[in-house]
């Protein structure tokens, strides 16, 4: 199975910072299957960004995804107050679909 | 709007068995893949299993921690769908969440989530 190792574990920043947070995998993610999701304290994930770029309904432009093969990252280009929050990659290319371990992101 | 709501989750002994349900309103529940993602008190996501829609086949995938001991199945005419869960072990203490998946750029992703059920297994 395809292992996502994400960095850093904690990240952090002051609002109105710019966030970047990398997610890499352990083998080449079919046709960048790749998605984002954000889950804040005591609630159930939200999908942010699938297809490694493409934003899910709703999910404002601060929040962008790039990559592909290995690579991929997710942008928060200016931190708002809700964004602070942990941050999972998921590749749904081959199964079974796995997870990376996430990325907090923290008020400095 | 899309609600998936997620019910049957409580305390079991390890060996047990537990039945957890989801039921479903305003997406085509008859077109969608449905599966269960757990997570383990302070840790991450982790995958379980899927159901495809019947159109699809209505097969079936687990993760290798559970197959052989839980089972997904689903009843269209009451948009719900169900985690069987058998031979329980403490690691199996997690919130189970019910995801509806939809075509995330030609792949399958977890598009909509449920507020999750809490299972412990514990003596």
């Known amino acids: 199975e395809i292992v996502l190792t994400q960095s850093p574990g904690t990240l952090s920043l002051s609002p109105g910072e710019r966030a970047t947070l990398s997610c890499r995998a352990s083998?080449?993610?079919?046709?960048?299957?790749l998605a984002w999701y954000q889950q804040k304290p005591g609630q159930a994930p939200s999908l942010l960004i699938y297809?490694?770029?493409s934003r899910a309904t709703g999910i404002p432009d601060r929040f962008s995804g790039s990559g592909s093969d290995t690579d991929f990252s997710l942008t928060i280009s200016r931190l708002e107050p809700e964004d602070f929050a942990v941050y999972y990659c998921?590749?749904?290319?081959?199964?079974?679909?796995?997870f990376g371990q996430g990325t907090k992101v923290e008020i400095k | 709007e899309v609600q998936l709501v997620e019910s049957g989750g409580g305390l079991v002994k390890p060996g047990g068995s537990l039945r957890v349900s989801c039921a479903d309103s305003?997406?085509?529940?008859?077109?969608?893949?449905m599966s269960w993602v757990r997570q383990a008190p302070g840790k991450g996501l982790e995958w379980v299993g899927r159901?495809?829609?019947?159109?699809?086949?209505?097969?079936?995938d687990y993760a290798a921690p559970v197959k052989g001991r839980f089972t997904i199945s689903r009843d269209d005419s009451k948009n719900t769908v169900y985690l069987q869960m058998n031979s329980l072990k403490t690691e199996d203490t997690a919130v189970y969440y019910c995801?509806?998946?939809?075509?995330?750029?030609?792949?399958?992703?977890?598009?909509?989530w449920g507020q999750g059920t809490l299972v412990t297994v514990s003596s």
């Open positions: 998921q590749q749904y290319g081959s199964s079974p679909t796995t």
């Open positions: 297809g490694a770029s």
């Open positions: 305003g997406i085509t529940f008859t077109d969608t893949w």
């Open positions: 083998q080449s993610v079919s046709g960048t299957y």
């Open positions: 995801t509806a998946e939809r075509s995330c750029g030609g792949g399958s992703c977890a598009y909509y």
């Open positions: 159901i495809k829609s019947k159109i699809d086949g209505g097969t079936t």
